[in-house]
């Protein structure tokens, strides 16, 4: 039987339920006006005020990002590099996570050693462009994924994950006449489900926001993501203040602001709910018993 609540304890509650409420506005307020000044017609965003909701309805915005045919050419840019590049990036950190998580590795202590030192000191830019044009990389698509294809803390992270695996799975495994890569491919990772999405998730992000790598590396503006290529229709619509030649109204800077950023975080939003349902499972969830 559960007591009836104190007069303290609903307080408390009442006060953490407020706070709650209040972050979550402080949140989610940001993302509403985003949307709504995107879908708001240009001469009333001109006028000012917060705005909330489109009190004028207007494509206007995604009409002038939409008026260029280079827009759905960078879009696939992006797509392209960020399945292809997350693919490296998993397979590359699953396939040194996983000798690093097995003590018996000679010499284990010292590649971990240089894993971390890789966190704390960096070449710099001058080295790393260097070291990317010496391998013909520059105007390619590789040179987005191949310099980026481990990240440490995230090797780190994963190696950990399968150290928690019981070694007596992968013996069971052993006795079966399994070998190394047939471990890691039927035991390993699907038990490391959780850990996979959610890396893969923090990979194809960083990939899909890529910017300042493409800037460095990528003068051919066939080949420019499709976050380059929202900068300059930014920089193109901030230099044609006063256009009259959509609707025939003005296009605002703001607005086009608004549905770049929207059309840029689209893609990132609508794949998280299928990996979200990996995100609270346990690694060993069900896996062994007793």
């Known amino acids: 039987m559960t007591q009836d609540k104190t007069w303290g304890n609903r307080i408390f509650d009442a006060v953490n339920y ?39 309805f207007s494509l206007a915005a995604y009409e002038y990002i939409f008026s260029t045919n280079t827009l759905v050419r960078s879009l696939g840019v992006s797509i392209y590099v960020t399945v292809l590049g997350t693919f ?51 105007d390619s698509l590789w040179s987005l994924m191949i310099p980026s294809a481990i990240s440490a803390f995230n090797l780190i992270v994963l190696k950990n994950f399968f150290q928690q695996i019981p070694e007596g799975l ?6 079966d006449g399994c070998n190394d890569v047939g471990i890691l491919m039927r035991i390993v990772l699907p038990l490391s489900l959780p850990a996979i999405a959610t890396f893969g998730l923090f990979y194809a992000v960083d990939h899909w926001n890529k910017y300042f790598h493409a800037i460095m590396y990528i003068n051919d ?25 959509i609707d025939e109204m003005y296009i605002q800077p703001l607005t086009i602001k608004m549905a ?31």
């Not at 397979?91 to 097995?102: D, I």
């Not at 609508?270 to 018993?289: D, E, I």
Request: with cysteine.
């Open 18 to 56: 407020t706070l709650l409420m209040l972050t979550g506005l402080i949140c989610i307020v940001p993302f509403i006006y985003v949307l709504a000044v995107s879908f708001t017609a240009p001469h009333i965003v001109a006028e000012g005020g917060f705005i909330l909701y489109p009190k004028e």
């Open 88 to 138: 490296i990036n998993l397979v590359f950190t699953a396939l040194l996570a996983y000798p690093l998580s097995r003590p018996t590795l000679r010499g284990r202590k010292y590649i971990l050693l240089g894993v971390l030192f890789t966190m704390l000191f960096s070449g710099g830019l001058i080295p790393t462009y260097y070291v990317v044009r010496s391998l013909h990389m520059i």
């Open 170 to 175: 992968e013996d069971s495994a052993k006795i």
């Open 221 to 245: 503006n066939t080949k420019w993501p499709i976050q380059v290529m929202l900068r300059e229709i930014i920089i193109n619509a901030n230099s044609r203040i006063g256009d009259t030649s």
């Open 260 to 290: 770049v950023i929207v059309f840029a975080t689209l893609p990132i939003i609508v794949v998280y709910p299928f990996l979200q349902k990996h995100f609270a499972k346990g690694v060993m969830l069900g896996s062994v018993k007793g």
